[in-house]
């Protein structure tokens, strides 16, 4: 099957809303961080909802290569954009700012159900017994109505990429996504079923589903796609993000990305199709889950480099 007609079936099966207009945003707050500017912005999502989030932007003139950072979950819902931008949480998270630093213009918004997206409260304080409840009920609500708290994820991935694209400061073909763990997740579906994401990192998450339940590996909840493992699975994302430029990091402890192996080789042929085989790139580590400094440093690495080269 071609892969434009496989990133099509995906998307239609998911039914990921098609959007070309950028969203207009608002500026909230406006921090001076040195050689970068940190803007709490908020910006519409897809049902009629508020995205918060914040935008890095290096200083000068422009243009920059841009990336769009979707945070991790460690079952910690009352942190998002906060951790990618360094201020509360795990350092090893905070992609954001040094990728600022090295001159990207950098969207870090929440993930719906995180940080200032809870329903019943806001900020970095945890709740631990009501956020679980509140991001169960999003997933249980939308399969109840033959939809998928994936499409929510999804629809308001793209929104924020259609915002960073978009920005006057940002060299529109170098924009890129990159994620952890849940937000490797996001990656995954997103660059596979955006064809104008240039390159994308996705860290601690390429399992696919047969592995995972084969292994009673827990499911995140946003994967949870009625039906979609009868049909599809993790290896038809990584083939759909073929001939752009993709990076799978995963280790050997890891049981979010056991088989990353497997699927960077079944994933393989699609990129040589294009003469780009050398495009798809799996680091693998010995360790587990948890990013580590050298991990965070080769997945910098990689994306500068990347991004001179496009």
């Known amino acids: ?26 500026i909230l707050d406006a921090q001076d961080c040195g050689g970068f500017t940190r803007s709490l912005i908020c910006y519409p999502g897809s049902e009629d909802d508020e995205i918060p989030a914040y935008l890095l932007a290096p200083k000068g003139e422009g243009v920059f290569p841009a990336v769009l950072v979707h945070h991790q979950h460690n ?3 009352h ?6 931008c360094g201020l509360a949480g795990n350092p090893l998270q905070s992609f954001g700012v040094e990728l600022a630093k090295r001159g990207f213009i950098v969207l870090a918004p929440d993930s719906i159900c995180f940080e ?6 806001k900020g970095v304080i945890p709740d631990e017994k009501n956020d679980f409840i509140h991001h169960y009920n999003e997933m249980c609500y939308r399969i109840l109505k033959g939809s998928s708290l994936m499409k929510k994820v999804i629809d308001d991935a793209n929104i924020g990429f259609e915002l960073l694209k978009n920005h006057p400061k940002v060299d529109k073909d170098r924009v890129g996504v990159l994620g952890h763990s849940y937000g490797g997740n996001t990656v995954l579906f997103q660059m596979a079923l955006n064809e104008g994401i240039a390159f994308g990192c ?6 696919s589903y047969k592995h995972k339940m084969r292994a009673g590996t827990g499911i995140e909840m946003a994967e949870v796609i009625p039906g979609f ?16 430029h993709v990076l799978l990091v995963s280790a050997t402890g890891d049981k979010y990305s056991a088989d990353a192996d497997d699927i960077a080789a079944q994933a393989a042929e699609a990129f040589r199709q294009f003469g780009a085989e050398d495009r798809l790139v799996h680091y693998r580590y010995n360790g587990g889950h ?20 496009i």
């Open 202 to 207: 996705s860290s601690g998450a390429a399992c």
């Open 75 to 77: 079952g910690e819902r």
């Open 116 to 121: 200032d997206r809870r329903p019943h409260m």
């Open 79 to 84: 942190l998002g954009k906060s951790e990618v």
């Open 1 to 26: 099957m071609a892969i434009e007609e496989l990133r099509e079936r995906i998307r239609n099966y998911i039914g990921i809303n098609r959007r070309s207009m950028a969203p207009a945003f608002r």
């Open 290 to 309: 948890a990013l580590t400094e050298e991990r965070f440093s080769d997945i910098i690495n990689w994306i500068v480099e990347v991004a001179e080269e």
């Open 229 to 244: 493992c009868d049909k599809f699975d993790i290896p038809d994302l990584v083939k759909c993000m073929a001939p752009r």
